[in-house]
């Protein structure tokens, strides 16, 4: 969730360090530091919020050197301090650390047996204490490092800096994804190659386990049984790490505002003609006799709105899980059982953790990502790319809808291969499929009817959503969204449920977002809004024309959508969803694009 960089390089690294950590802020972040060394001697900076914060700090108190490591840090262990920030320190050793170190208990007690006592609340600084205690016993920086990672329980992305060594990092990769860049005659130590991307275009990702002593020559690698590994090199498209708001306000308006393009373009890529294409070694739903599903937040409503295309479209069970339940229930996994898993950043430490339970248990691996390097891509025996681009704002907007398209794909291509579906309505909901980037743009021409809701949504302390079928999942990410970027809060229930206890919760205070195309079940929806209203609740119906006509008297607000077939709604309702909780932060306020607390890339548990 942490940010990692390091650099070994010919210049000044302070400001290539604040500039790569920049790049790496929508991880989200609550305090930022560097460490350099110079003429043999190590020092540090640190700061509290944001990275402007740090750089000030530096105006004021430069730092010197061409070696050095960085750090953006979301709190685990210890509140947002200047002296809990990254960099630790322990004598001559700095360490930056992502994960959590889970036996720091243990060796902090063993520590302090020896008279040696912590300075922060932090796990991460017993690491840097136990690389200094072995540096004591006679031991180089490379076996002290080494020594140490040997003691660590728990998941971790690790880089070591010492003081009278210029030309060395020591990083380590378990659990937490970590990349080496190869300059001429520089190296860079990353947590992905967004904060590279400016510094080089060569990139080797360190597989699980593995160990890194990087000089200026190269990186030396070694593998979890300490062998010398040979980790594949590749380049990176620059323009596809670029980070700019593109005369947005937001990142988060700027990748709203993208969904028409970046479908478009997902499209392309998975269909030749009628026909969809999978990557090698493709997947064949005639020999899948279930499918289950795991994710975490936005994905996982994703994989909630695909398990009804899959079980209606293709009549293949599903069965859906959250990623951090899922392995602790221990599931069986029964023979015919394909496992599936989305994750944005394909690094999401939970949704990981259950692919690595079902590897030996499903008869296949499919993951659904944006960045096909990533560890649940490379741990997948089918990996498919999104193709949404680099998602910077937090709360994810594009990915999710990219999601969904190729999930909807899947579970045709499911129908089809299982017999389920003909050719013409194949060919039926691939056109519609095609067309809907232009009735995306036509949804996204109603943002003044939606930003004028959302500014009395804004007000309101809690607020509800509703929806039946397939959008009971995109009411549940609608609440999600608002709550992530505006702080109120929202729930989401199916409507049918709502009699059974949460209809107590209605009063004029209470907005209600009634998510109702017109659709099969679009009149028993209007009976559960009607319900609502008889109650004096204040509901906003987000419908297309037919439905506002016929339903639409006596709402609080209309937002009209334009009419689309039942199955490609969800991919079109995302857009509202996402621009009232836009709109509803932008009134209160908020951080839209690094809301509080949360962090882009979730890799602890």
């Keep these: ?8 390089g010919h210049h000044e690294v302070a400001p290539m360090l604040v500039e790569a950590l920049r790049r790496l802020e929508y991880r989200g972040y609550d305090s930022a530091g560097i460490a350099t060394v110079n003429d043999g001697t190590l020092d540090r900076r640190r700061a509290v919020g944001k990275l402007v914060n ?15 490591i960085g750090h953006t840090r979301w709190a685990t262990h210890g509140e947002p301090s200047t002296r809990n920030a990254h960099p630790h320190r322990a004598g001559p050793v700095a360490v930056v650390h992502n994960g959590i170190i889970e036996n720091f208990r243990e060796l902090r007690a063993e520590l302090a047996a020896s008279g040696l006592h912590p300075e922060t609340d932090t796990d991460t600084e017993t690491v840097a204490m136990l690389a200094s205690h072995y540096l004591t016993q006679g031991m180089t920086p490379v076996e002290a490092a080494n020594k140490t990672l040997d003691r660590l329980d728990g998941a971790f992305a690790l880089a070591f800096l010492f003081d009278g060594e210029e030309d060395l990092i020591i990083a380590a990769r378990k659990g937490s994804p970590l990349a080496i860049g190869h300059g001429d005659g520089e190296m860079f130590v990353g947590s992905d190659a967004i904060a590279l991307a400016p510094m080089t275009d060569r990139i080797t990702y360190l597989e699980e386990g593995d160990r890194a002593i990087v000089t200026r020559r190269g990186a030396e690698i070694f593998d979890a049984r300490g062998d010398r590994a040979n980790r594949a090199t590749s380049r990176i498209r620059v323009d596809a790490t670029r980070i700019d708001k593109a005369g947005y306000k937001h990142f988060m308006a700027k990748e709203i505002a993208q969904q028409p393009t970046v479908l478009a373009d997902a499209l392309r890529a998975y269909l030749d003609g009628d026909t969809i294409v999978l990557p090698e070694p493709g997947l064949d739903f005639a020999k899948v006799d279930r499918l289950t599903m795991v994710a975490c937040g936005t994905a996982y409503f994703a994989c909630l709105t695909a398990k ?14 959250i990623a951090s339940e899922f392995r602790y229930r221990e599931p069986p996994v029964l023979p015919g059982t394909a496992a599936l898993f989305v994750s944005q950043s394909g690094e999401t430490a939970d949704t990981l953790a259950a692919l690595r339970y079902c590897r030996d248990k499903a008869d296949s691996i499919v993951s659904v990502v944006n960045v096909d390097t990533s560890s649940i891509a490379r741990e997948s025996d089918l990996a498919l790319p999104i193709h949404a681009g680099v998602e910077v704002g937090v709360a994810s907007t594009k990915a999710f809808t990219c999601q969904l398209n190729v999930l909807l794909l899947l579970a045709i291509k499911a129908a089809v291969e299982r017999g389920q579906m003909d050719q013409v309505r194949k060919v039926a909901l691939l056109n519609a499929l095609r067309a809907l980037p232009g009735v995306m743009n036509a949804a996204l021409d109603r943002d003044g009817d939606i930003a004028r809701a959302a500014v009395q949504i804004s007000e309101a302390r809690d607020v509800l959503f509703l929806g039946r079928g397939m959008m009971y999942p995109l009411a549940h990410e609608g609440a999600l969204k608002l709550k992530e970027i505006s702080y109120i809060h929202a729930e989401a229930y199916a409507s049918g449920e709502l009699k059974h206890g949460p209809i107590a919760l209605i009063d004029k205070s209470v907005p209600v977002i009634v998510m109702a195309p017109r659709d099969s079940l679009f ?10 209203m008889a109650r004096g609740g204040k509901v906003c119906l987000v419908s297309d024309a037919r439905g506002v006509a016929e339903a639409g008297d006596g709402v609080w607000q209309t937002i009209t959508l334009p009419e689309v077939d039942e199955h490609l709604a969800p991919l079109l309702y995302a857009l509202p969803a996402q621009l009232l909780a836009y709109h509803a932060a932008i009134a209160k306020g908020t951080d839209v694009d690094q809301p509080r607390n949360l962090a882009k890339s979730v890799t602890v548990e």
């Design 308 to 321: 009804y295309w899959f079980e209606k479209l293709a009549r293949l069970p599903v069965e859906v899980d």
């Design 54 to 68: 740090l750089s000030d700090l530096l105006v004021h108190e430069p730092l010197a050197g061409k070696s050095g």
């Design 1 to 8: 969730m942490c940010g990692i960089v390091g650099v070994l």
């Design 523 to 532: 009149d028993k929806t209007v009976s559960n809004m009607q319900e609502v």
